[in-house]
């Protein structure tokens, strides 16, 4: 594979983010010092990841065209969306509201489903390259899901 697909780089950015904080708890960085924490650290990553683009001028326009057509104001949409991604993962970084922030990000995870399914449906790119396929993205977003339920836990 001599790119990633759209999906990999959230994929990376948790299985990656999960293994070097909890590594980091091991050896003494108490914050991290659980599966738990670790994991909510590996989701702040993947959401200032998957966040961040969302205000890029060339990942914006591929966010704006994934909307689905009967949703109004996509542009708005995807602004909004963006900013609950990175107050999502700035709240799984702060213990007490960690558990209402991870459930509050799986739920915006489900909400958002529809666009992935639109562009896979479409036919559309991101950043240049076509969108994961619906198969390995739902089976990404369950995971994604998943692993924010584990962290509200």
């Known amino acids: ?19 070097v904080a909890r590594l980091l708890g091991l050896v003494g960085v108490d914050a991290l010092d659980g599966w738990q924490p670790a994991l909510r650290a590996a989701l702040a990553l993947m959401f200032v990841v998957t966040g961040v683009p969302h205000f890029l001028p060339s990942w914006r326009r591929d ?11 996509p ?13 999502g993962a700035a709240g799984l970084l702060l213990p007490p509201v960690a558990p209402f ?6 739920l915006l995870m489900v909400a958002m489903f529809p666009a992935n399914v639109s562009a896979a449906r479409r036919g559309l790119t991101l950043a240049g390259r076509p969108v994961t396929s619906l198969p390995a993205r739902t089976a990404l977003q369950v995971l994604f899901v998943a692993a924010a339920v584990a962290a509200a836990a």
């Open 63 to 73: 966010f704006v065209a994934m909307i689905p057509p009967a949703f109004p104001q």
């Open 101 to 106: 922030a991870a459930i509050g990000l799986a």
């Open 1 to 19: 594979m001599t790119r990633l697909e759209d999906g990999m780089v959230p994929f990376i950015a948790l299985t990656g983010g999960f293994v």
């Open 75 to 87: 542009a708005l949409l995807v602004t909004v969306t963006g900013v609950l991604e990175l107050a």
